[in-house]
Structures are given as C-alpha cells and as structure tokens.
C-alpha cells in the first residue's frame, strides 16, 4: 500500500496541507528548499513543486524501486504527521504576537 501510486499523491498531498497549515498558524519552515519556495514564490509556488514533484515520481513510478517508493511516501507522510503534531499544538498555544 505504501509503495502505491495513490501512496504517492496522499503523502505529498498530506505534506503540502500540513506545512500550509503549519505556517498559517505560526510555525517556521525547517526545510531551506522549501523555505526557499515559500518566501520567493508562495504558498502556490510551492504547490506548483510539490504537484511537480508528485507528477515527476508518478511519471518514473514504473522504473523506481517498491522499497524507493515506500521509503519515500513513509518519510513524506512522517513528515505530514509531524506537521500535524506542530499545527495542533500552535492551535492549542498560539504564538504571541
């Protein structure tokens, strides 16, 4: 399931809300790509890569290795959990102003 086509989008999809959602409510991006991304082309910039990047790996998906895959949705789907840890805790204690 992990290593699935819909794996694929799911993940990155969870990854791009989360972050959105994320820095909406305060957080700082970790990431300097993406960091990058946001501050010099915005959030639909960096929706533009994301869907991207998601097109680049469905297009490649035939050559690239089960495990590739599964590694790759497990980090990015790891990365949206995280997200969504960060986005509820701000929603409980916002930032100070």
Same mark, same amino acid.
């Given at each position: 399931m992990l290593a699935s086509k819909e794996a694929v989008v799911g993940c990155q999809t969870a990854d791009t809300v989360t972050t959105l959602h994320a820095l909406d409510l305060g957080a700082r991006e970790a990431n300097p790509v993406v960091e990058f991304l946001i501050t010099n082309l915005g959030a639909g910039g960096f929706i533009a890569a994301k869907i991207g990047v998601t097109l680049l790996v469905l297009h490649y998906y035939p050559s690239l290795s089960s495990d590739f895959i599964r590694l790759a949705n497990g980090a990015t789907c790891a990365i949206a959990a995280h997200n969504a840890l960060?986005?509820? /805790?701000? /929603?409980r204690n916002p930032p100070a102003d």
């Open positions: 960060i986005a509820r /805790e701000l /929603e």
